[in-house]
């Protein structure tokens, strides 16, 4: 399986606080990565660091063997275009309805209008949304904007989705909806994928690599059923006992 | 931060800075236009068309019926085809235009324009506007009838007038005013007043001393001619006022209630404090308490050592007989009676003249009721001395005929009868009586003393008193008891109340003026003389280091009234455009400028370098605003014709620095960024023009940079 990306000794640090200290973590194409660890351990600064939303000190990422660390403005947008990016507070834009919000960064892209407008009603058939085009995101639950927030990341077909904690800010009941519609894009696609997230029964069924991360450092990596059977670190002792109870 | 704009964003924003300076500019003009406009229109009301009307008439609004019959019965009957219009009025007076006919317009109608409007009814004063002029302002007197003439000189002149102390220019045409104000500058230029000015109490023999300076400036500058003016009436009245106030003031003081106080040790007063006494009021002065209205309140003159002087400022001691000695007390400000100070003695100087007249009239009165009865009294003391004359030359016949019955008796002896011997006894006895001290001898009492009595001598004194009786008498006392009692009706009645808030008014309006001392005037021609080179010789030749000399220019030229009330509604509009540019440009630096400021302070922060030294103290994004913010207001200002007075373009380039600082610094709050949406549309893939058009400016608040957008912005 030929690798798509490779972090090599990433290191991010704010202030004093070392929040990525030198990780390295390849993904294969196709490959569904979670990432889990204790609140601050670095997990969404580096899935940040890997389309530069926030720079990294130190370190290399490479895209299909390219850094994209040395990419100019041009470069790195374009590069920011086959990445989708689901964030965890959605950041959709307020002003605008759910079509546009899906379709507005293909429009900026240079899609022609018509055709964007059919691959973002596309996208929101898949997140089952389809008929709420032209509602305001204001108006939409949690679960639904998050919904939106992940069909504009699909819109744009990325060769990467990287989900920053997705479910983290919306309340127990509408976690599952959100999860259903990941958990069936994840399996449907075959789109690399890596998802920080504090969903431990997600992350059994979906994940092809689970990777365990504290102080900013990867402590465990390994296959679900090897992790949590017989887990190495600390971190992955504490969900195996999540999971038992 | 310059990479926030390399994508094409810098177009945008220079744009942006280029209509900012535009629009600002425009409503500063166009809000200062319409000001202007406003005031303009205003005054074309209030005075008339350009030479329509030559006077405004202030007057009485209570009059207002009776002026305007009177002014129309001039405009009818003195000045056929003259023009009286009512204009605006204002602060209790009503103002009348009147404009003369063509062929009135003349230097002898303008002239005698006091006579002409004498009978006017409520007639406060009035302003000469006649157009087109020119105003020489502060026309020495000494000068104006030469003036004068050189003016009607010129070409293009109508004539001049003196209009109190100035003096108006009429023209043919306005066409003319540029160059009469030139050659009337010209003119002024060739005279120059020259003031020797002494300190206060200086006597100068304004003669002697004047041509002594003359004499020195002649020696100096022998190509001038001086003539010594001093006696020329500018700005006397305004020495006489000062002098007559000082010198009231004085008599007030002297009037008033003397006032000493013997201060305790540790009063610690000072000149202008108030102290208390009691006064006539029956409430006691106690610390601590409140003062009564009727108590008596010192204010604090002069202060030596443990006495004081003081002048009553409220209340009276005249119920005391004009003379108290009571205890003084600090007046708090709270009204309370404060601290002891000291035994206070108050005389009433006004009480005691009074007093002194009053008996004075007294004694004049019984003055001339006694030399009435004085004269009687001489004259009835000259009868009786008359009286007695004659009784005493009859006492002598009768001596002599008894001394002759005597002798008769002795020498008839015992042949003597006894009728004789009873006459002799009686007339013995009577002669005795009369004669008090005669001898005791029978039929020889001494009437020589009686005799000896100098009868003309106390005649004469009687008739010398008589004589001064009369000169008392001639004396008309009667006149000098009429002018006292004058100069007692004509005294002031004033109470010490009255004159301490007259003495306060005076001093008020003295501290506002200097008191001019003693001046010499000299006037030059083909001049000029340079007054700071001559100022020492003058000092050292009159032997004073302490006079001043000064340099008065003849007259100063000024365009006409509305020509002036235009120049200043001109500076008015710059003004105004000034101040609107600054708040415009304020204002859009808020709406517009910081949404740009807000989203690169955003982008800074998210920036990878480290800021090290100097750049983590400044922001650069508030360096940019501050640049912003001063070309935006100089070029706003520069456009509008804006001028601020005593404001220079560096302030005004400060005051934009400062404004984009302030802007700058607080971005944030004026506009607000959605860092998520931001972040949303690094994530996707926009550019930095991309986000700041379609989620960064269309979120701001409405102004021109969301305008400019609108054309941008594809969502």
């Known amino acids: 399986m030929r690798q798509l990306l490779q972090i090599r000794g990433l290191r991010k640090q704010y202030g004093k606080h070392m929040a990525v200290d030198g990780v390295d973590l390849n993904v294969n194409r196709g490959e569904i990565v979670v990432i889990m660890g204790p609140s601050g351990c670095g997990k969404s600064t580096m899935i940040r660091c890997i389309n530069r939303l926030t720079e990294p000190d130190a370190g290399e990422i490479l895209l299909d063997g390219k850094s994209i660390l040395n990419l100019d403005d041009q470069a790195l947008r374009e590069f920011r275009r086959t990445v989708g990016f689901v964030f965890q507070q959605f950041n959709l834009i307020a002003r605008l309805s759910v079509l546009d919000n899906v379709m507005f960064h293909l429009v900026m892209a240079g899609i022609p209008r018509v055709q964007a407008e059919a691959r973002a009603r596309n996208a929101l058939a898949r997140v089952g949304l389809a008929g709420s085009e032209h509602k305001n995101p204001g108006s939409l639950s949690g679960g639904e904007q998050q919904r939106v927030g992940i069909a504009r990341a699909l819109a744009s077909n990325p060769q990467l989705m990287l989900w920053d904690e997705p479910t983290a800010s919306l309340d127990p009941i509408l976690i599952g909806e959100v999860l259903d519609v990941m958990e069936e894009l994840v399996q449907t696609t075959n789109t690399t994928s890596i998802i920080v997230t504090h969903e431990v029964g997600f992350a059994l069924k979906v994940a092809d690599r689970i990777i365990l991360m504290d102080k900013g450092k990867i402590v465990e990596e390994g296959s679900p059923k090897a992790i949590f059977a017989d887990p190495k670190s600390e971190v992955g002792r504490k969900y195996r006992r999540l999971i038992a109870s | ?715």
């Open chain 2, 1 to 715: 931060m310059l990479r926030f704009f390399r994508d094409g964003l810098y177009r945008d924003y220079l744009i942006l800075i280029l209509v900012t300076i535009i629009a600002g500019a425009a409503v500063s003009s166009g809000i200062a236009w319409a000001v202007d406009s406003y005031f303009g229109d205003t005054i074309q009301d209030m005075i008339g068309d350009n030479g329509e009307y030559d006077l405004i008439l202030h007057i009485r609004e209570t009059s207002e019926e009776a002026t305007l019959r009177e002014l129309e019965r001039i405009a009818q009957q003195q000045y056929p085809g003259a023009a009286v219009a009512k204009t605006i009025s204002l602060a209790g007076q009503a103002n009348y235009l009147f404009g003369f006919p063509q062929e009135a317009k003349t230097a002898a109608t303008f002239s005698r324009l006091p006579s002409i409007f004498n009978a006017v009814p409520g007639l406060s004063s009035y302003t000469v506007i006649v157009e087109p002029s020119v105003l020489i302002r502060g026309v020495h007197p000494s000068v104006s009838d030469t003036l004068q003439q050189r003016f009607n000189q010129i070409d293009g002149v109508k004539f001049a007038f003196k209009d109190g102390k100035n003096m108006l220019i009429v023209l043919e045409s306005a066409d003319h005013s540029k160059t009469v104000m030139n050659e009337a500058r010209q003119i002024l230029k060739e005279y120059q007043v020259l003031e020797v000015r002494f300190p206060m109490g200086i006597d100068v023999d304004v003669q002697a001393t004047g041509d002594t300076v003359m004499q020195l400036l002649k020696q100096e500058y022998p190509k001038t001619e001086l003539v010594n003016v001093s006696s020329a009436e500018y700005g006397e009245e305004l020495d006489a006022l000062m002098k007559t106030l000082v010198e009231m003031r004085h008599f007030l003081l002297s009037y008033a209630s003397k006032v000493k106080i013997q201060l305790r040790a540790g009063s610690n007063l000072v000149v202008g404090e108030q102290i208390l006494v009691q006064g006539s009021s029956s409430q006691a002065l106690v610390p601590g308490e409140a003062a009564a209205p009727d108590h008596v309140v010192i204010e604090i003159l002069e202060v030596t050592g443990d006495q004081a002087q003081g002048m009553i400022v409220s209340g009276s001691v005249a119920a005391q007989g004009g003379a108290v000695t009571q205890p003084g007390y600090k007046y708090a400000s709270d009204n309370k009676v404060g601290q002891p100070v000291g035994q206070v003695q108050i005389e009433n100087e006004r009480y005691r003249l009074n007093y002194a007249i009053e008996e004075s009239l007294r004694l004049l009165t019984e003055l001339d009721e006694l030399s009435v009865e004085a004269a009687v009294a001489v004259e009835r003391a000259d009868q009786v001395l008359t009286t007695f004359q004659e009784a005493l030359m009859q006492l002598e016949v009768l001596q002599v005929q008894m001394q002759q019955l005597n002798k008769g008796l002795v020498e008839n002896g015992v042949q003597s009868t006894g009728e004789q011997l009873i006459v002799s006894l009686f007339l013995n006895g009577l002669l005795k009586n009369i004669a008090k001290g005669g001898t005791e001898t029978p039929g020889e009492f001494d009437l020589d003393q009686l005799e000896n009595l100098d009868i003309a001598s106390m005649r004469s004194s009687l008739s010398n008193i008589a004589e001064q009786i009369g000169s008392i008498q001639g004396i008309d006392v009667q006149a000098i008891i009429d002018q006292i009692t004058d100069i007692r009706d004509s005294l002031p009645e004033l109470d010490d109340e009255e004159i301490g808030k007259s003495v306060h008014l005076v001093d008020n309006y003295i501290a506002g003026q200097v008191i001019p001392g003693e001046r010499i005037q000299i006037l030059v021609e083909h001049g000029p003389i340079d007054e700071e080179a001559v100022e020492p010789l003058i000092r050292s030749r009159l032997k004073n280091q302490y006079l001043n000399l000064y340099s008065i220019a003849a007259g100063t030229v000024n365009p006409d009234t509305r020509t002036e009330v235009f120049r200043i509604l001109k500076e008015v509009r710059a003004t105004i455009a000034g101040i609107v540019s600054i708040a415009v440009v304020g204002i859009f630096l808020m709406l517009d400028h910081a949404t740009v400021f807000s989203t690169l302070k955003w982008f800074r922060a998210n920036q990878k370098q480290r800021r090290r030294g100097f750049a983590r103290l400044l922001n650069p994004v508030v360096l940019f605003s501050a640049v912003v913010g001063m070309v935006i207001l100089a070029a706003t200002y520069v456009l509008s014709n804006a001028a601020i007075p005593y404001i220079s373009a560096m302030t005004v380039a400060a005051i934009g620095l400062g404004l984009g600082i302030v802007i700058g610094t607080f971005s944030e709050k004026f506009s607000p960024v959605r860092a998520d949406e931001i972040m949303a549309g690094l994530a996707l893939g926009l550019s930095n023009t991309q986000i700041m058009h379609e989620i960064v400016i269309p979120d701001s608040r409405p102004g021109l940079l969301n305008l400019l957008n609108r054309t941008k912005q594809k969502f």
